[in-house]
């Protein structure tokens, strides 16, 4: 969970990637979770599971779940596919219009991108994660920060400034660097 952290801290805050994550993160309303699932079944238990506590937990106590599963879907292609059925979940579970699922993987890719394109680096996390969120969040969100539809543009611009270079520079430790 360190990496995801820092990822958190570094990139999603630090590069203000998203303008609403650091609220939360500082008043301590993030919920972690880290599967030990190993298979797409056992982890759509899981998430099921999730949606059904944040869509329950006080939102002053739980913002937003950051579901992290290192051990399945390591794939791109497969993690796609998967976060359809998320979103199905959350319609079958009668959640829709209260929280959705965002996606972040190491191997992030959006459509007519290059994989190495550093726009995907926008969405890039250091192990497979979906993002429960309330839709009520990002309502609010949107009102502390009008121009929310610019935000996916202003992040790309910030990455391509950034290059691939600045982002490895961006995890590296003090004593890691010479």
Wanted: contains cysteine; negative net charge; hydrophobic residues 40%.
């Amino acid at each position: 969970m360190a990496l995801s952290r820092q990822w958190l801290e570094k990139a999603v805050i630090g590069l203000n990637l998203c303008p609403f994550a650091k609220a939360p993160h500082v008043k301590g309303q993030i919920r972690w979770v880290l599967s030990t699932a190993s298979t797409p079944e056992a982890l759509m238990a899981e998430l099921v599971a999730e949606l059904n506590h944040l869509a329950n937990a006080n939102p002053d106590e739980v913002e937003t779940t950051l579901l992290v599963h290192p051990q399945v879907l390591g794939d791109f292609l497969d993690f796609n596919d998967f976060v359809h059925d998320a979103e199905e979940a959350v319609a079958r579970l009668g959640l829709e219009g209260e929280l959705q699922v965002a996606s972040f993987h190491p191997q992030f890719q959006f459509g007519g991108t290059d994989a190495d394109d550093i726009s995907n680096y926008t969405n890039r996390s250091p192990y497979p994660t979906l993002h429960l969120i309330r839709e009520s969040s990002i309502d609010r969100a949107v009102e502390a920060f009008p121009e929310a539809e610019d935000i996916y543009e202003r992040n790309i611009e910030t990455m391509e400034s950034l290059g691939h270079e600045g982002w490895q520079r961006l995890f590296q430790t003090p004593e890691s660097t010479p």
